[in-house]
């Protein structure tokens, strides 16, 4: 019998009800339920992930401008924008990597700074600029990780999900000899073999082959569908965003100027898909008419 990553649970881990169950009942939401218990959520359940006022400057450039966002449990949403609008900056600042200038952020629960390590425990972040350690293997690396995410069986846990996503034969290469694609995939094993609530992606696909970028979407759409995992990611694939998402955030400048459903916030913005308006927004930026 296979075990799932999912299955190797936290030393000292509490219990989260799946999404639509509230605690103290029992059940599970079937794949394709979670769009439908959003809505329950918002009012039965804190959001995962609250966001108010933020704003963030480099030097005279204002990275991030007022921007304020809620993420309720079990959602999937894509923070879109061209490159300038803010959304790296905004990621890592809602995982409390860099501190908003103004604002607040509360994190599976947790008020950041303060409460930073307690809401990581339960956050997988992944992304293709994030160094691992190279001269590691790539079972060691996944079986630090495991342990400082206090799983109980870091190494078995590893070998689960390098056996998943079709790179177990990767497990006794060092970290520095991999591929910019392999090492994306070690880098997304690393965000997800502690079964966190919330799994947080930067281009969780760049420098993938088709078939290897397939099988992330995949996996991603299970954790979502099968263990309630909420997802956030930024993505220059439009057509990845639109599969992968229920809603979409877009940015411009650092502010919000469009969030919800793919389909009407193109619809209202006046264009025939995200990728069409993604082009204009760039156009617009390069400062060409639109």
């Known amino acids: 019998m296979t075990v799932g990553i999912l299955s190797h649970r936290r030393r000292d881990a509490h219990?989260?009800?799946?999404?639509?169950?509230?605690?103290?009942?029992?059940?599970?939401?079937?794949?394709?339920?979670?769009?439908?218990?959003?809505?329950?959520?918002a009012t039965t359940r804190p959001p995962v992930l609250r966001a108010d006022g933020l704003h963030k400057s480099f030097g005279s450039t204002r990275a991030v401008d007022g921007l304020s966002l809620e993420i309720q449990p079990g959602e999937r949403v894509g923070i879109v924008g061209p490159n300038g609008a803010g959304k790296t900056t905004t990621l890592l600042m809602l995982l409390g990597a860099i501190e908003p200038d103004g604002g607040t952020i509360d994190l599976v629960g947790e008020r950041l700074p303060a409460g930073r390590s307690r809401a990581m425990e339960q956050v997988g972040f992944a992304a293709g600029y994030l160094p691992l350690p190279d001269r590691l293997t790539v079972m060691e690396t996944l079986d630090v990780f495991g342990t400082l995410y206090g799983l109980e069986a870091p190494r078995e846990a590893a070998g689960v999900v390098l056996e998943e996503l079709g790179i177990a034969h990767l497990a006794g290469q060092t970290v520095e000899s991999l591929s910019s694609g392999q090492a994306t995939l070690v880098g997304f094993a690393k965000a997800v073999i502690h079964?966190?609530?919330?799994?947080?992606?930067?281009?969780?696909?760049?420098?993938?082959?088709?078939?290897?970028?397939?099988?992330?979407?995949?996996?991603?759409?299970?954790?979502?569908?099968?263990?309630?995992?909420?997802?956030?990611?930024?993505?220059?694939?439009?057509?990845?965003?639109?599969?992968?998402?229920?809603?979409?955030?877009?940015?411009?400048?650092?502010?919000?100027?469009?969030?919800?459903?793919?389909?009407?916030?193109v619809a209202d913005a006046g264009y025939p898909d995200l990728e069409a308006m993604f082009l204009a927004e760039a156009a617009r930026l390069r400062g060409e008419a639109v």
């Open 195 to 265: 079964h966190p609530r919330l799994v947080v992606l930067d281009e969780p696909t760049a420098s993938l082959d088709p078939d290897v970028a397939m099988r992330v979407r995949d996996r991603l759409e299970w954790m979502n569908a099968e263990h309630h995992a909420t997802l956030l990611l930024t993505s220059h694939d439009m057509r990845e965003v639109e599969r992968l998402t229920t809603r979409v955030v877009f940015l411009r400048a650092g502010r919000i100027i469009a969030d919800g459903p793919a389909a009407d916030v």
């Open 15 to 41: 219990e989260i009800p799946p999404a639509g169950v509230a605690a103290g009942e029992s059940g599970g939401a079937e794949a394709g339920s979670i769009g439908e218990t959003a809505g329950v959520h």
